[in-house]
């Protein structure tokens, strides 16, 4: 992918720290929800302050920052859209996304110099939908998750010359058509389509017989239930070229509610393989180094085995143990800790544009200098041994004791 104009690689993120994270690890774009009609939980929305702070160091990187505006709006919230549209674009915002049809014309008509980026929720299918949705002012589509590579390529064939075609390449899928779900409002009383999603879908399940109360049947042959409901992830790492040829733009990673172990290292399996500077033997190793699901290839290539019920649960094979205070200098770095880890363990450090390299952790040593077997407390600050290499904000991980949650 050596092209004069290359794809765009978009990242999530939830909060500041993740947002930088992002940026370190290579993202040319971030997109997060803002206070107003973003449809995520309310712990991953930033106030206009922090989308300011946030565009303010988003655009010091040469990146965009794109903001959700991706909720179905009810009819007091329309009259909002307008001063609301306004006062992102004050404070630096490049685009908002955006799914409901009555939103799009509504910011369209209040504030005709914002861009707009149509939501996958809005679940474009093909180039007639396109051209109207480009006719009412956005400037990229975020296809619809169903769509095959080959009805990619028609698309782009035949859509507007001015219209660019973004999708997701990684990340969690929703088992619902382009995430249009009530599964979650039925069982919680939380819309997914209003921004609360509890992820119903993802519990574990057995069947009861109407007249045998109280009796469970998996409805597979596993003993701790099933997960037919909940989706495998997606991974598209091995086809990016094929998605670039058929005319997507902009490479699209799922979660702004993700750690930012898991944006960091998904971003740089990414931007490594987009760039050349990794195998994709080296790239895969890097992303199952993060909590997901079983991968699948998606829609892309026609209807997907896409039920994860050949596991139990997230894979989890390896445990975020922290990320360097500073760049490291005689030996040695300052570790915010995060989860356990002990002398003697093998230790991983993710730094941009390199995957994993190892090294064997011989000293730990607490805020006080004393030394100490293990760290066992998150958020705390220590000393540790490691290679001259290590710079200020890498992501430190060891191999977990157990593979599956």
């Not at 902009?250 to 290292?265: D, L």
């Amino acid at each position: 992918m050596n092209r004069a104009k290359r794809p765009e690689l978009l990242a999530p993120a939830g909060d500041l720290e993740g947002i930088k994270t992002a940026l370190k690890y290579g993202a040319d774009a971030i997109y997060c929800g803002g206070p107003f009609m973003q449809l995520r939980a309310e712990k991953v929305g930033f106030d206009e302050a922090s989308l300011a702070e946030a565009a303010e160091l988003i655009h010091a990187k040469g990146s965009k920052l794109y903001v959700t505006v991706n909720s179905f709006a009810v009819n007091s919230e329309i009259p909002l859209l307008g001063d609301y549209a306004k006062r992102l674009l004050d404070l630096g915002t490049d685009a908002v996304i955006v799914s409901d049809i009555g939103a799009i014309a509504e910011i369209k008509d209040k504030c005709p110099q914002m861009e707009i980026h149509l939501s996958t929720q809005a679940n474009c299918m093909n180039y007639r939908a396109a051209a109207v949705y480009y006719d009412m002012g956005t400037s990229r589509i975020v296809l619809a998750r169903e769509l095959t590579l080959e009805q990619i390529r028609e698309i782009n064939a035949m859509k507007p010359a001015g219209l660019e075609l973004e999708c997701f390449v990684h990340g969690s899928m929703c088992m619902a058509y382009s995430g249009r779900c009530i599964l979650s409002a039925y069982t919680t009383g939380r819309s997914a389509n209003r921004g609360g999603c509890a992820q119903s879908c993802r519990w574990n399940y057995y069947l009861m017989e109407e007249k045998r109360p109280g009796e469970y049947f998996p409805i597979e042959e596993d003993a701790k239930g099933t997960t037919i409901l909940s989706s495998k992830d997606l991974c598209a790492i091995s086809f990016l070229d094929q998605l670039e040829d058929a005319g997507v733009v902009s490479f699209k990673i799922e979660g702004r509610m993700r750690t930012p172990y898991s944006i960091g290292t998904t971003v740089n399996a990414y931007r490594m393989m987009m760039d050349g500077r990794c195998t994709l033997e080296e790239a895969r190793q890097e992303l199952e180094t993060s909590s997901h699901r079983p991968f699948s290839t998606g829609f892309y290539f026609g209807d997907p085995n896409q039920v994860a019920t050949d596991s139990d649960g997230y894979i989890r094979d390896w445990l975020f143990i922290g990320s360097a205070q500073e760049d490291a200098k005689d030996g040695r770095v300052t570790l915010l800790t995060r989860n356990a880890f002990s002398v003697g363990d093998e230790i991983t450090a993710v730094t941009p544009g390199y995957p994993g390299r190892s090294f064997t952790l011989t000293e730990i040593t607490d805020e006080e200098g004393n030394r100490i077997d293990r760290s066992s407390h998150p958020m705390k600050l220590v000393k540790i041994n490691c290679p001259d290499w290590l710079q200020e904000g890498d992501l430190l991980r060891r191999r977990s004791d157990r593979q599956t949650v």
